[in-house]
């Protein structure tokens, strides 16, 4: 079965850190760039991060870039992402999504996101951020 699996969401402290693993499973992982979507209450699908496929090459939106890290380790079929220095705003549902229909250039632009942007989805984790 083609899929992802994200998992490590939960509470998290304004300041502090959080980690998401997100698993893959039924394709060649090590062929296709990953990133990592999210979701926040009321609000628009909003595009963070993107991997290449070495892991070498990453992509950051200006929302997360500095405080979170995307990483990957092939050999387990897993992207990572490193949440640190956490806001409020970090609140949202995290989904891992490949297989890209768009431009990174489009996915940067605010109400761009949809789920056709994606050929592929995790069923999310909620990270929460709070006092």
């Known amino acids: 079965v083609v899929k992802l699996v994200e998992s490590g969401g939960g509470l998290g402290q304004l300041g502090g850190s959080r980690r998401l693993p997100c698993a893959a499973a039924?394709?060649?992982?090590?062929?296709?760039?990953t990133g990592w979507v999210r979701q926040a209450p009321g609000k628009e699908l909003e595009w963070g991060s993107r991997?290449?496929?070495?892991?070498?090459?990453?992509y950051y939106s200006d929302s997360v870039k500095g405080r979170f890290a995307i990483s990957r380790d092939n050999a387990k079929n897993t992207v990572y992402l490193q949440m640190n220095s956490l806001k409020a705003e970090d609140t949202a549902v995290y989904y891992c999504a490949t297989d890209y229909k768009v431009s990174l250039a489009a996915l940067r632009v605010r109400l761009s996101v949809t789920r056709a942007s994606f050929g592929l989805w995790g069923q999310g984790t909620q990270v929460t951020v709070s006092s």
């Open positions: 039924g394709f060649p992982f090590i062929s296709v760039g």
């Open positions: 991997v290449e496929r070495s892991g070498v090459i990453t």
